[in-house]
T-cell receptor, first 111, second 114 residues
Framework: NAGVTQTPKFQVLKTGQSMTLQCAQDMNHEYMSWYRQDPGMGLRLIHYSVGAGITDQGEVPNGYNVSRSTTEDFPLRLLSAAPSQTSVYFC??????????FGQGTRLTVV | AQSVTQLGSHVSVSEGALVLLRCNYSSSVPPYLFWYVQYPNQGLQLLLKYTTGATLVKGINGFEAEFKKSETSFHLTKPSAHMSDAAEYFCAVRKGGANSKLTFGKGITLSVRP
């Protein structure tokens, strides 16, 4: 099993550009989520999903969209990138009350 | 309201000393509690978790934590620090049952002095 796979690992965007961060898991987990990690802020939840076709907002959803058309995939879309979205993004998946399994992260810089 | 509070941002201990990292949570329902560790430029790895049952839980690398409902705490301890324990540690809570969202504290950086 590959676990949780995030692509790309690094990305540089110009202000105003859009892009999609990919996240895929092969553990048949219902729960998937996106976090951003910034120094001194911990991990803040952006969006999460409890199953295909179901998504909900976390703490910091503005500027991001998600969809969950399959159990395996949970892409995160930046509609119009801003320097404030420079961060490290983590995708995680899990089932029930178990822990979340994390991907290796995507380091995004918006210039 | 903050769901998870980790007091302080940095803890420094000597090698061989006790490690104590504090975590307090707020929840009106029985929570599920987790500690994660993050090494530089890596993702998060689960250290231990409390879901139900025994309130003292043991994790990997000699860490343990005790769920104290009366104190709404889930502090992480290790009797003897090792240089390889230097990392960032996050406490997290899931409340509201299965598949409820997982909320993290701000994290604590642990340094270990030789």
């Amino acid at each position: 099993n590959a676990g949780v796979t995030q692509t790309p690992k690094f990305q540089v965007l110009k202000t105003g550009q859009s892009m999609t961060l990919q996240c895929a898991q092969d553990m048949n987990h219902e729960y998937m989520s996106w976090y951003r990690q910034d120094p001194g802020m911990g991990l803040r939840l952006i969006h999460y999903s409890v199953g295909a076709g179901i998504t909900d907002q976390g703490e910091v959803p503005n500027g991001y969209n998600v969809s969950r058309s399959t159990t395996e995939d949970f892409p995160l879309r930046l509609l119009s990138a801003a320097p404030s979205q420079t961060s490290v993004y983590f995708c995680a998946s899990g089932r029930g009350v178990t822990e979340a399994f994390f991907g290796q992260g995507t380091r995004l810089t918006v210039v | 309201a903050q769901s998870v509070t980790q007091l302080g941002s940095h803890v420094s201990v000597s090698e061989g000393a006790l490690v104590l990292l504090r975590c307090n949570y707020s929840s009106s329902v029985p929570p599920y509690l987790f500690w994660y560790v993050q090494y530089p430029n890596q993702g998060l790895q689960l250290l231990l978790k409390y879901t139900t049952g025994a309130t003292l839980v043991k994790g990997i690398n000699g860490f343990e934590a005790e769920f104290k409902k009366s104190e709404t705490s889930f502090h992480l301890t290790k009797p003897s620090a090792h240089m390889s324990d230097a990392a960032e540690y996050f406490c997290a809570v899931r409340k509201g049952g299965a598949n409820s969202k997982l909320t993290f504290g701000k994290g604590i950086t642990l340094s270990v002095r030789p």
